[in-house]
């Protein structure tokens, strides 16, 4: 399977180009609701691994969104580890001995190279929850395994790109969201968005809070709030438990806050 083509920001008029121009033609009217299917709630527990759940989950939802379901959910620690290796191999020098990996988060960058040059596998046994990754326990992370490669690199997963974070965002990513296209995010998220409730909105963070750091999420939908402004429906990999069911509704001014937005765009 593929993704639309390109690994950099894009204009609108790239983006209509690319994701098809019947679907985000420049001057198209989002329908002002759409709902896409999210994969199975996963939980990364006390690791700093959200940057692959998100990967895993937007790459399940956008590929059944086609109508081309995948027969597994793509495993967060494969994501995560080909991505750590592939950070390190460039960070050492050439004669030097590699040091172990470490569990300290990643560009969504890298990933998005990562599971280009690597693809996806299947995630493996769980370990207390719905996830393949152990938590973070401050003796490294498990090293990339040559079997679950050869199975992943049956499934490569290339051309993740951007698209602006401006005014023009939300009603880019409700278009994508009609179009049956989920949207990986990079963002900040501090204590308000941590204590969100069932009911809550998710409103622009306090990037001074002391508490707060970068996170990764996807977007599985949106509708029109009364006001008329577009509110999106954003998946986290904190478990069932936290939010609405793990989920939780955020506003357009958050997301025109977030860091980057990259649309999962499966090809015919």
Same mark, same amino acid.
């Given at each position: 399977?593929?993704?639309?083509?390109?690994?950099?920001?894009?204009?609108? *008029?790239?983006?209509?180009?690319?994701?098809?121009?019947?679907?985000?033609?420049?001057?198209?009217?989002?329908?002002?609701?759409?709902?896409?299917?999210?994969?199975?709630?996963?939980?990364?527990?006390?690791?700093?691994?959200?940057?692959a759940h998100s990967?895993?989950?937007?790459?399940?939802?956008?590929?059944?969104?086609?109508?081309? #379901?995948?027969?597994?959910?793509?495993?967060?620690?494969?994501?995560?580890?080909?991505?750590?290796?592939?950070?390190?191999?460039?960070?050492? #020098?050439?004669? @030097?001995?590699?040091?172990?990996?470490?569990? @300290?988060?990643?560009?969504?960058?890298?990933?998005?190279?990562?599971?280009?040059?690597?693809? !996806?596998?299947?995630?493996?046994?769980?370990?207390?929850?719905?996830?393949?990754?152990?938590?973070?326990?401050?003796?490294?992370?498990?090293?990339? !395994?040559?079997?679950?490669?050869?199975?992943?690199?049956?499934?490569?997963?290339?051309?993740?790109? @951007?698209i602006p974070v401006?005014?023009?965002?939300?009603?880019?990513?409700?278009?994508?969201?009609?179009?049956?296209?989920?949207?990986?995010?990079g963002t900040f998220?501090? +204590?308000?968005?941590?204590?969100?409730?069932?009911?809550?909105?998710?409103?622009?963070?306090?990037?001074?809070?002391?508490?707060?750091?970068?996170?990764?999420?996807?977007? +599985?939908?949106?509708?029109?709030?009364?006001?008329?402004?577009? *509110?999106?429906?954003?998946?986290?990999?904190?478990? +069932?438990?936290?939010?609405?069911?793990?989920?939780?509704?955020? +506003?357009?001014?958050?997301?025109?806050?977030?860091?980057?937005?990259? #649309?999962?765009? !499966?090809?015919?």
């Amino acid at each position: 399977m593929s993704f639309s083509r390109g690994l950099h920001r894009s204009p609108p *008029e790239k983006v209509a180009h690319r994701l098809g121009a019947h679907l985000l033609g420049l001057g198209a009217v989002p329908k002002g609701a759409a709902s896409l299917t999210p994969c199975q709630r996963m939980d990364q527990g006390q690791s700093s691994t959200c940057h692959a759940h998100s990967a895993a989950g937007a790459v399940w939802t956008a590929c059944n969104a086609k109508g081309r #379901p995948m027969t597994f959910v793509p495993s967060p620690r494969e994501i995560a580890s080909t991505t750590y290796a592939d950070v390190r191999a460039a960070a050492t #020098p050439p004669g @030097q001995p590699l040091p172990p990996l470490q569990d @300290q988060g990643a560009d969504l960058q890298d990933d998005a190279t990562a599971m280009a040059k690597w693809g !996806v596998c299947p995630m493996g046994a769980t370990v207390g929850r719905f996830s393949d990754v152990p938590d973070d326990n401050g003796y490294g992370f498990p090293e990339p !395994v040559v079997s679950e490669l050869q199975i992943a690199g049956q499934d490569l997963i290339g051309g993740e790109y @951007q698209i602006p974070v401006d005014d023009s965002a939300p009603t880019t990513v409700a278009l994508c969201l009609d179009a049956g296209i989920p949207i990986w995010l990079g963002t900040f998220v501090g +204590s308000a968005f941590e204590n969100l409730g069932a009911t809550g909105i998710a409103q622009p963070p306090d990037e001074s809070d002391p508490k707060g750091g970068g996170h990764a999420m996807y977007i +599985s939908g949106y509708r029109t709030a009364a006001d008329g402004s577009f *509110e999106f429906r954003v998946e986290n990999s904190w478990g +069932s438990g936290w939010a609405d069911g793990g989920a939780v509704w955020a +506003s357009s001014a958050w997301l025109k806050a977030c860091w980057s937005l990259w #649309p999962m765009a !499966v090809c015919p």
